[in-house]
């Protein structure tokens, strides 16, 4: 696992170093609980400034085109999103409050997790494609997308209790 700052200033070097001490063993909790592997993942420890473009750069790395989101994302700690190679991890330190970074790191791992799930990669690029403009997803589609994405946000959010374990 790659752990990357990407315009971070000093103020937020804790939540950096905390991510770094954490990333491996929480890695291991998650496989462990949910039986499955997670994959190549890189984290970008980022500001809020930086936040949204780099999700955004990635997503275009992945479409290989220069097209913007017709969407855009509303304010998180953290997103977790496809790479050409595996699945990016994009925190956010400044919104990211010191108790709240382990809990983090743990929920964005469950979603690396549900990426690599049958159908689920291949549901996700077809959502990015869609918010870009490249390919039309239909309403019924849409609907029984954002119905899976809502079980695994709330997968993500029962798993969050594994973060008490991190040392």
Same mark, same amino acid.
């Given at each position: ?15 950096? /170093? ?7 063993? /929480?890695?291991?909790?998650?496989? /462990? ?92 690029? /077809? ?41």
């Amino acid at each position: 696992m790659q752990i990357t700052p990407y315009r971070l200033g000093s103020r937020h070097r804790p939540g950096l /170093a905390r991510i770094e001490e954490i990333a491996d063993q /929480a890695v291991r909790l998650v496989q /462990a609980k949910l039986r499955e592997q997670i994959g190549r993942v890189e984290i970008i420890v980022t500001d809020t400034q930086n936040y949204g473009d780099n999700i955004l750069a990635a997503e275009q790395r992945l479409l290989g085109t220069r097209t913007r989101s017709r969407y855009s994302l509303p304010p998180s700690l953290a997103h977790t999103t496809l790479s050409p190679t595996g699945t990016l991890i994009v925190i956010d330190a400044q919104a990211t409050p010191d108790h709240e970074v382990d809990t983090t790191v743990v929920h964005e791992l469950v979603h690396a997790v549900q990426f690599g799930r049958p159908g689920v990669r291949d549901a996700v690029l /077809a959502g990015i494609r869609n918010n870009h403009g490249i390919d039309k997803v239909g309403w019924l589609a849409a609907h029984r997308e954002n119905r899976k994405v809502a079980a695994h946000e709330r997968e993500a959010v029962r798993l969050e209790s594994l973060a008490r374990k991190l040392r």
